[in-house]
């Protein structure tokens, strides 16, 4: 089933997100990121996605250029096999800050 869930953590919002992010609900996902970072730096956590599309990562992608401008931290947590493999393939491991859990998120945000 698809969720999202936001969680505090200091001064860094954690975006859980699980299931498929498609496009059936990648704007809630889109929203949701960039509603965080007006006040926060943001983690999303992967761990408990199964499926991403083209939409999903652009919700990413928007997410980081965001961060990038408002001089916030953008942190990609515990990413998943199946969203893992999109990213090599796109490249976008290189672009993205991929941590392997919420304590590397919380270290890396400062």
Do not use: C
């Not at 999303?44 to 990038?68: F, H, K, T």
């Amino acid at each position: 089933m698809n969720d999202v869930v936001t969680e505090q953590a200091g001064a860094l919002t954690v975006v859980k997100l699980s299931g498929e992010v498609d496009l059936s609900w990648s704007a809630r996902v889109r929203e949701t990121i960039l509603e965080a970072l007006e006040r926060y730096s943001v983690a999303v956590d992967l761990a408990a996605v199964s499926y991403i599309d083209s939409s999903g990562i652009a919700a990413l992608v928007e997410g980081l250029q965001n961060a990038r401008d408002s001089e916030r931290r953008f942190l990609l947590v515990a990413v998943s096999p199946a969203v893992r493999a999109v990213l090599e393939l796109a490249r976008l491991d290189r672009v993205f800050t991929l941590v392997p859990d919420l304590a590397g998120a919380a270290a890396e945000a400062g």
